[in-house]
Every structure is written in C-alpha cells, then in structure tokens.
C-alpha cells in the first residue's frame, strides 16, 4: 500500500503530462494488430494498457487481475471504425478525442490492448450510446484532473464510457469503484467494467 501511495503522488505531480515517445518496435518484436474490423459494433469498448508512469499508477491502484488504464468507445460510422475517449495530456487539447482504432492501439501509446463487448445490446441501445459519445465529441468537455463523478463538464476516461452507457439505461460499472491516493471520490477503473458478468472479449493483444 506505501508502494501505490508513493506511485500515485509521483503521477498527480505529473499528472498533465503525456510521457516521452517510445521507439517503435523492431521487426523482430512487432506484433501486427488485426482486430475483426466487420464484426466490430458501436458501442463495444478498446481497452489499453498506456506506456505512461499514470497508466502504471492505475493498474497498481485496482488488484492483481488489472489489466488495462484507459478505456474508450468504439463507434461505426460510413467513413469506418473510430474510438471516442479522453485522456490527459499537457501540452495538446485534453477535451474528448475522436481517432481511429489504429491510433487509439499506436504502439508510442499502448504497451497491451483488448476490444470487449457487452452481450445482448439492442441496436437502439447501441445508437444512444453511440450518439451519446457523439455529442461528448463535440463538447468542451475537457479531462478530469480530479476524477470526480459529481462534474460531468468535466470526465475521465471510465467516467466517459459510464455517462455514454447510462443513456441507454446501462450502469457499465455496475456500482465498482476503487478508493485511490490523493482523489477526493471513489474512481471507476476499467477493471471494474471488465468484472461484468456479460462481458465478451473480442480480441486481446500485446506488443
């Protein structure tokens, strides 16, 4: 518990930073990542594990069967796949992101990733959560520093993904949360939308 204390000051003192830029894998070690693009729906969720001292804090904050630091929602569109998140970053826009899922997996931003369903959404499910990250899209909604629940002008990435869900009458938590150093509120993790029960992984890999 020192440990995880010790790691999380050290990320709120640097909180707003987005790390240094790894280099990119030689090709003896680089893993191509093939997600079934056509079976992939809106509202099906990209998990990552980030390169950063942050992501580290978060998995260490959660318990021994975390995997992954941030989490976003994929959406369907005519022009393709994207995924819709938000996360911290110093020296660029920290309002909500909307990037292809190969940029979402870049491998200067994720170390491991996996694609996850929820079982049995209906399509006009699918469509409000879709249309809710949308509109998050094209907001000022900007990064959370304080990861609080009560602001939602303000959001963190598991936060995003339970405002979106919670349009079509969905708790994607499902109430877990974790009591972490230095925030003020419990924090939804993405570990603790992973521990639902209707919960299919569609794909996982690691660099």
Known sequence: NRLIS?????????????????????SECAKTISPPIDSLHSADLAFRLGR???SEAIVAGADHTARYSHVGIIIRQANGLSVIHIEPCRDGDERVKCETLEDFFAYDKAMSGAIARIKNLTAEQRNKIQQAALS????????????SLSDTTRMYCTELTEWAYSKADITLSEGRCHRLPLTAEPVILPQDVLKRADVVKICEFTY
């Open 52 to 54: 950063t001292l942050q």
């Open 6 to 26: 010790i790691i999380f000051v050290l990320t709120f003192a640097a909180i707003t930073s987005c790390g240094t830029t790894p280099s990119a894998p030689s």
């Open 136 to 147: 998050a899209a094209s907001s000022l909604i900007s990064f959370d520093h304080d990861y």
